[in-house]
């Protein structure tokens, strides 16, 4: 396929969305913009167009990586025993299923309080803040050395992120989250604020893809049981409560982020990595989405037909 | 894998469970059974174990069916229309997310919302009433010409199904149910209440399996976009408010059914169909849920690794 | 005070409500129409200004009717053991309540599940239907034996009840309501029937002013306990979700209807009937609780102040 | 009436509550501890029996203090626009009506995140500090200079109120909370910590009886509408999700704390302090409850029957 037409096709799209505003650092990307790269596993092609080397931040997409650094770290019985695998059918920072279902633990790692839940499990370490430990391990999985924080963004988080402190307050209230509700905050806010591009976050999706295996040194990164938790946990909670929406058009394991990137594994075949920062009303890419179910249909994704 | 063993290995899981106890045709059954058939699609191959030929009440995986139906009838899109794609968060029979959303129609197709919403779009055609065209279409899906209602069971339903009514004139009253209301329960009472076996559950998985095409006739019997989209709606939604935590475990898209049915479709390599009446507190059938959990490991089945 | 006056000061305040529309045989009442009436208990003084003769749907102002006629008949125990005296911060017809709670039973007997449960508890009795007992009972504590059904309402009733067909179901299958369900309703749609004036009602309002005892001869309708009691849960939640704040505005256990009607109690002061149709969000009629405001800072009736 | 003798009738009501264990401080609290003071406002007289001069910890009876200063501070119509006076049906620390509700402000001023919010609009002044104001306006409306914050009960706080904490990020994330959230915090906590007795809590409901005056010296505390508007949230909310419960029994418009005290109005004549730390589920004093409710019927308080 070509990823030109296809980027020029799903364009207009961009003006059904809105870049995300309640965080000012974000608010002022500008939202004409979409890039993809394609990084075919199976044959070990990549191919790339648009925005595709354009930095923005990584917001929500960390939680995959900071989920993976955790199991990796603790082991995937322990993860599990802090958050579910279930759906909320709520907005991503909401608690109402935890205090209508009297759920002591997040309902799954990828609503906000679930992912601050996970990012307070990493232990400093070695001298190495839990921060910096995510940061070398999104290097590495990613395979781009080159992320870093970007203070502006996180600055942002800082300013506007009196929802998650509600969140994690709530967690540590109830018994969930053992570690300093401040320290676990600020990995969070931090894991938020790197920047990436398309390129970091299709090798991401290709170690997924790979069964847990980096495709560009033939090295595992992680275990193939938490590449394949990870890639459920994405298919029924990757796109918050409209999951099952893009499940049903896209049928890929997809996670996004605020800062409009999308990360996408298709099992054995592509790791995708997507940037278009105009949103839906839900948090996700919406031209993003569009260019992902094009491909999805081109190259034969969706694990529910092929 | 040899199916004997693998009953043999889940059968002690019967003893976690137990037998629906709110429909009275349900709980005179014997707990202590389970059965299981495979079809593999691929290879055109079929083998059986345990109470694979029993009898059982269909149940909830009767909502597949007449979604399918549904879809062939009115069109995926006007099917779409109807009810969403996402997940609920809580128990089959609740409203909560219908009156926290303020949504006026069902979440997804296989709360109990969604499936009595989707019964009253079946109207009556030639003479035939809905649940008799649900039925035909039934044993042309199942490949099982004498699948029929059991009246007793039937009875029971007409006896319990008060949360059902609720739901029903619930939708109703928002304008979502546009249907006569009793007419629309008695069609959903009827389709729970048809007996098939395992067989007839693995013929329908095989369908699903195979793109939407019976596989011992060659014939489409439902489109591919139908037969992706309910493959997609099952892995999300297929198993309640635990659609997650199997989507992790197993892998498969599956249904169940209070009666202790289960049907599976991996795309292009299996249908199955499981029986085992004793359920976890979800309503999911345990010994047959650790059988499919143990089958999709041996067999290579999870769409999110293979 | 002159209520003339009253009634001049508070007539555009109509314009601020709307006829409620959900009901057809309401939809069609003309809005601008205020009327109130006068018992002064204390004194036996009566007067009355405005459309204080028309006859106009009693709606809710029958759950007061009906708790009292449920409390004299089968004792106040028995009664609390069916229903609470808990406010629900959500609309009339809502079970979100129950749902989060668990809880078996309605909060209370104003909102319309406690309502249609406390109605299923009248028994037919020598002869006599629920509604027929229930209709002497309103002649006799509203001292009108003119008071009758209006088939039109009835049948708009009828029509759109499908909200309490809901939540009487519910309640069936909760176990709360034992009785039989349409049998119940058809009650309940036939209290909220019964043609009343502004007259009407302040005599009833006078009964529970006066400790039960009706002023007009002397003679104990209902007992001192229920009166206490009716007056205590018309205060908490006798206005819907808003009752805590019109607490605070008026002081006045009173109770609405969406036929435009009001009842409040001073005790041992006055008995006040008040009717005006168009509606606030929340059901209560817009000028008759300006009105009644009115009069209670007037009259100093608060029962937080006096 | 006897006092000692209803003490003695209450006693054995310690052993159906629990002293609160989530807060260290209180946990350590003898629960065998009964007390009452009775001020007769119409009759300026008073008497006392039992644990009537044990200081306790205040806690939520604060609330009514922090909302009178806020009114005499800010105004009415500027605390009317922060809270409601609406109900929740749930416990004092939920957040869940204003989640479900999509309210930005605390439906009343008695609820936890209410009352927070209540704190953080006290300002500093010429010096002193939000709490320093509170504790000396506390002073004054008790009459009694020797109320002193306990450090100890304060530490525990501090160390217990996660879930407090989470309420003010909420509030503050909504925007309802516009000041410092910690500084907020601090202040709420500082004035649960206060400690009382039951005399304290008596001049309280005297003040609040005798429509704002002070009845020991004749002099104005606060105006008329702030002591009716919160005698009508007491009445409304004052024992959390249990109000209307006890609106029933007792008819007073009281306010509990955690800390086992209870206030009490009875408008015109009574301002009653009770102190008994065992609690109900709900978080009130058991035989604090069933001694206000002895003494509202021996001395006819009840507002909705006399």
């Known amino acids: 396929m ?16 809105q870049v995300a505003t309640y965080i000012p650092g974000l608010a002022k990307v500008d939202p004409y913009q979409l ?6 596993v199976a044959n070990d092609k990549r191919c790339q167009a648009g925005a595709s080397r354009v930095r923005f931040a990584i917001e929500s997409v960390s939680k995959v990586i900071t989920l993976l650094y955790a ?11 802090q958050v579910g695998t279930r759906q909320t059918g709520f907005p991503f ?10 759920e002591t633990h997040p309902l799954n790692a990828f ?4 992912a601050i839940l996970i990012s307070s499990l990493i232990e400093e370490e070695d001298g190495q ?21 970007d203070d502006g963004i996180y600055q942002s988080e800082l300013r506007t992120g009196d929802m998650n402190r509600s969140l994690a ?17 600020d990995t969070y806010f931090k894991q938020c604020s790197m920047m990436v591009t398309c390129e970091s976050l299709a090798n991401l999706g290709a170690v997924l893809a790979n069964d847990g295996i980096a495709p560009w040194n033939g090295e595992r990164i992680i275990s193939s049981a938490a590449a394949t938790y990870t890639k459920s946990v994405m298919m029924t909670t990757g796109l918050y409560n409209e999951s099952g929406t893009y499940s049903v058009k896209i049928g890929v394991p997809t996670k996004s982020g605020v800062g409009g990137g999308l990360v996408a594994a298709a099992p ?15 948090g996700n890419s919406v031209a993003g989405l569009a260019l992902l179910e094009l491909i999805s249909k081109e190259l034969k994704l969706s694990i529910f037909k092929y």
Not at 171 to 184: I, R
């Open 129 to 149: 803040s839990p921060f910096e430990q995510i940061l070398n391990f999104t290097r590495e999985i990613c395979n781009d050395p080159e992320i870093t924080l």
């Open 2 to 17: 070509n990823l030109n037409d296809a980027i020029q096709e799903c364009w207009d799209k961009i003006d059904e969305g």
């Open 93 to 102: 920072d909401t608690i109402l299923n935890m205090e209508i279902t009297k």
């Open 268 to 282: 054995n075949h592509y790791g995708i990595g997507i940037f278009s920062p105009a949103l839906d009303h839900a």
């Open 71 to 81: 199991i990796e770290r603790l082991g995937l019985t322990a993860v599990e025993a």
């Open 169 to 185: 307050y709530y967690l540590k209230a109830k018994g969930a989250l053992n570690n300093d509700v401040t320290t676990s905050l």
């Open 111 to 114: 609503i906000n309080s679930g």
């Open 35 to 40: 890039g993809v790269y394609l990084f075919d």
